[in-house]
């Protein structure tokens, strides 16, 4: 008897995808990310089957025999690029899409198909495919995935839940050497002793997940490979594979041209700052929706799934995902740890900006545990090495801290632009940068060498002990002694000092896409102070 896949391999024919966190101190223009809320999209599930012989077959017949209550809507993930081709009344089935040549255009004439970018038809749907699925009994999102997750031959259904962002070269930003320069976390870091071993490499494949980035800015066209868009129009649909809208991924929100300068923006070329990695094979999927009424900008997972493939796709060694939510979806967990089987690949994700211990209330998907073993949770400090008012912690499930207050980087208002952000969402693309440093230095080194040089030898700090699992803060030249064998250099002790100044107006972003505020502080000093001690003072300004 044959498989499932064994059927729908020889079935085809040939015819026709900053959270909350307030710094209102000198020099500091903080964006307010959206808090986490959880929530999910109306109207449609998520579905798994099983790998069993029957569930298979029921798993291939979902085109024309779909589960009760349900219809296929498209594939996720490793199969998105299948488009589900339907005829229209009157039209033979597969006209449209081309000639048949597995005899079932007789009996079925208006059955839909599958469509490959190639133009071959498929009749039968891949049973180890992902499903989106359209509710068609009314049914809401949690129950249905719970009525379809009794069934025997499903491995799981689920909501389709929502998440919410988290934001010495000759680059005159950083030869300013000060704070007001928004790079004084690269020597807080170590990058500059860094540099001296490697300044990253073109070959080394980074994908950042985020919300678009301007290619053309004359920090990143040098490093930027290409990049898709999985993120959703007005009306709630996501673009078709291999369409121009497919390949888009022009940022309109910021956040992500920002995460991506701070990852690899080009080093020593004379013009505007740097990026950890000088030198990076830059991947961008762009995901979201667009902005709400409120300025907010929310990601559905089914897009973020479709992305976590698409790196992995290109060998991506580091995958930064400056995003998260409060829901568990084991669909999510899969597709990363798919990225460490498939390319090799490290997932360094934002712990969150809720002030919030992450071992006793999970952010995903930085708080997932994968069989792999392949995220990095990264929380946010102060120029202080302290833990930012704003940020998560957690002993076990948060595991390094990161500089992310202050953070200067491209935006895509003009090919020149550039502006200041805050939050974990900051902190994470400066150590998936770290992260690509390794793997340049160091080509064979597998996930678990580069994650453990990372960890293993942060700078212990003693007010992060017991906040993460490091007990410290990145220091990337101390991980590449790490990585390589060699001595291990002393802890980082850069010399950066905040100025005081009184009666100070600062600009602010309340809300990651929201309308901008001015407020005045006494002086920068008090507000450093109330930082450390917590961002309540701060956000009642707001």
Request: proline share 6%; net charge neutral; charged share 15%.
């Amino acid at each position: 008897m044959r498989s499932a896949a064994a059927a729908w391999q020889t079935g085809r024919t040939v015819g026709l995808v900053l959270a909350l966190a307030v710094a209102a101190c000198l020099t500091v223009a903080g964006v307010a990310e959206p808090s986490s809320s959880g929530g999910y999209k109306p109207g449609v599930v998520l579905v798994q089957f099983k790998s069993a012989p029957a569930a298979q077959v029921a798993a291939a017949a979902q085109l024309s025999s779909p589960l009760t209550g349900v219809s296929l809507q498209r594939l996720v993930g490793q199969h998105h690029t299948l488009s589900i081709a339907r005829p229209s009344p009157g039209v033979a089935g597969v006209a449209a899409a081309g000639s048949c040549t597995d005899g079932s255009c007789a009996t079925s004439a208006a059955a839909p198909r599958l469509v490959s970018l190639d133009g071959t038809a498929y009749s039968s749907v891949p049973p180890e495919a992902l499903m989106l699925m359209n509710i068609t009994d009314g049914m809401s999102p949690p129950d249905k995935a719970a009525q379809l997750s009794q069934l025997p031959e499903v491995e799981f259904a689920e909501p389709v839940y929502i998440k919410r962002l988290k934001t010495i070269p000759n680059d005159p930003f950083y030869a300013a050497k000060a704070a007001t320069s928004g790079l004084w976390f690269l020597d807080k870091i170590a990058a500059p002793s860094a540099w001296d071993i490697t300044k990253g490499s073109s070959t080394v494949p980074v994908c950042v997940i985020d919300t678009g980035a301007r290619k053309t800015h004359q920090d990143l066209a040098a490093n930027i490979k290409g990049g898709w868009n999985r993120g959703e129009d007005a009306t709630g649909s996501l673009p078709r594979p291999g369409s121009a809208a497919y390949f888009d991924f022009s940022d309109d929100a910021g956040h992500g041209t920002h995460t991506t300068g701070s990852v690899g923006a080009v080093g020593n070329n004379g013009l505007g700052g740097t990026g950890v990695a000088w030198q990076a094979a830059l991947w961008h999927c762009k995901v979201g929706s667009v902005p709400d009424q409120n300025g907010e900008v929310w990601l559905s997972t089914d897009g973020i799934i479709d992305c976590y493939s698409l790196c992995a796709s290109k060998g991506a060694k580091v995958v930064s995902a400056s995003y998260g939510g409060p829901d568990f979806m084991a669909s999510e967990l899969a597709a990363i740890n798919a990225i460490a089987t498939t390319s090799g690949g490290l997932l360094v994700a934002a712990a969150g900006n809720e002030e919030n211990d992450n071992d006793k209330n999970s952010v995903y998907p930085a708080s997932y545990a994968t069989p792999s073993n392949n995220i990095i949770s990264v929380a946010a400090t102060l120029a202080s090495d302290e833990l930012a008012g704003f940020s998560n912690w957690g002993r076990t499930s948060v595991h390094i801290a990161t500089p992310g207050i202050n953070i200067r980087s491209t935006v895509p208002a003009s090919d020149s632009s550039y502006d200041y952000s805050t939050g974990t969402s900051m902190a994470t693309p400066i150590t998936a940068g770290a992260a690509a440093l390794l793997f340049a230095a160091k080509p064979t080194a597998s996930m678990a060498e580069v994650r453990s040089a990372l960890l293993g030898s942060a700078d212990q700090v003693p007010s992060l002990a017991g906040k993460v699992a490091s007990n410290g803060r990145l220091n990337v030249q101390r991980a590449l002694a790490a990585l390589l064998g060699q001595p291990m250099p002393a802890a980082a002790t850069p010399n950066t000092i905040f100025v005081v100044a009184t009666s100070t107006q600062y600009n602010l972003l309340l809300g990651a896409f929201e309308k901008q505020q001015t407020l005045t502080t006494p002086t920068a000093a008090a507000c450093m102070a109330r930082q450390a001690g917590g961002s309540a003072a701060c956000r009642s300004r707001i």
